[in-house]
């Protein structure tokens, strides 16, 4: 008889304790937590603030820029007239208004972001700068008022004034507004984000300062129409 050499068996089962090849490199594509991938998928970007604020914020933003538009079409049928009225304004103010409203702007957005790391009580200082900020703006906008009327230029002096009187006194009255939400922000704000309180801060100090933001918007707007462009 031959020494000839057993072949394997095609039928044997594979070793189930030989180990994985350790050469073979993992997949780069899969990701490390597949739940966690799945849950992060599918909560996608969030909203900041509260959606109910956003449409008012939208809303009222939309209502100013209605006034605007009629601005606009009034310039262009009487540039005349309204160059000679732009005259009166204190454009000194108007420079110094467009600083502070951007710098109080700055200092909310500075409070937010130290809110989401975890701190909200480290922006209260800030807030309160902010609201102090938009007191310089009504104590400057007010002065300005003061002095139009006291000159004659009042809300049926012509067009411009007319318009002027409504979207600046529209304005006003929503800096107001938003000072006081800030006041009630930094009176309010939790020590920490990861508590209760925290988490229902956040979203409030988002909408309060989406609606301070555009406050900013309108006033630069404002400032462009009715100081530079006559």
Same mark, same amino acid.
């Given at each position: 008889?031959?020494? %000839? #050499? @057993?072949? /394997?068996?095609?039928? *044997?089962? =594979?070793?189930? !304790?030989? +180990?994985?090849?350790?050469?073979?490199? &993992?997949?780069?594509? %899969? #990701? @490390?937590? /597949?739940?966690?991938? *799945?849950? =992060?998928?599918? !909560?996608? +970007?969030?909203?900041?603030?509260?959606? &109910?604020?956003?449409?008012?914020?939208?809303?009222?933003?939309?209502?100013?820029?209605?006034?605007?538009?009629?601005?606009?079409?009034?310039?262009?049928? &009487?540039?005349?007239?309204?160059?000679?009225?732009?005259?009166?304004?204190?454009?000194?103010?108007?420079?110094?208004?467009?600083?502070?409203?951007?710098?109080?702007?700055?200092?909310?957005?500075?409070?937010?972001?130290?809110?989401?790391?975890?701190?909200?009580?480290?922006?209260?200082?800030?807030?309160?700068?902010?609201?102090?900020?938009g007191v310089c703006f009504l104590g400057l906008k007010g002065y300005e008022f003061y002095s139009l009327a006291a000159a004659g230029a009042g809300l049926g002096t012509n067009t411009f004034f007319s318009l002027y009187w409504l979207v600046g006194g529209f304005h006003w009255l929503h800096v107001v507004f938003g000072v006081g939400l800030l006041s009630y922000l930094a009176l309010s704000a939790p020590a920490e984000s990861a508590t209760p309180e925290g988490q229902v801060w956040i979203p409030r100090a988002e909408s309060y300062g989406a609606f301070w933001h555009m406050l900013d918007l309108v006033w630069v707007l404002l400032f462009a129409l009715f100081y530079l462009v006559p």
């Open positions: 008889m031959s020494d %000839a #050499p @057993a072949l /394997p068996n095609p039928e *044997a089962p =594979a070793n189930p !304790e030989a +180990p994985a090849n350790p050469e073979a490199p &993992a997949n780069p594509e %899969a #990701p @490390a937590n /597949p739940e966690a991938h *799945a849950e =992060a998928s599918e !909560e996608g +970007p969030r909203l900041h603030g509260d959606l &109910a604020w956003w449409v008012f914020v939208v809303s009222e933003f939309g209502t100013i820029c209605l006034f605007l538009l009629a601005y606009a079409a009034c310039l262009r049928g &009487a540039p005349l007239l309204f160059g000679a009225a732009a005259l009166l304004l204190h454009p000194t103010l108007a420079y110094l208004n467009t600083l502070v409203l951007l710098t109080s702007g700055f200092l909310v957005a500075r409070a937010i972001l130290l809110a989401r790391e975890g701190n909200p009580s480290a922006g209260t200082s800030s807030l309160w700068a902010a609201a102090l900020l």
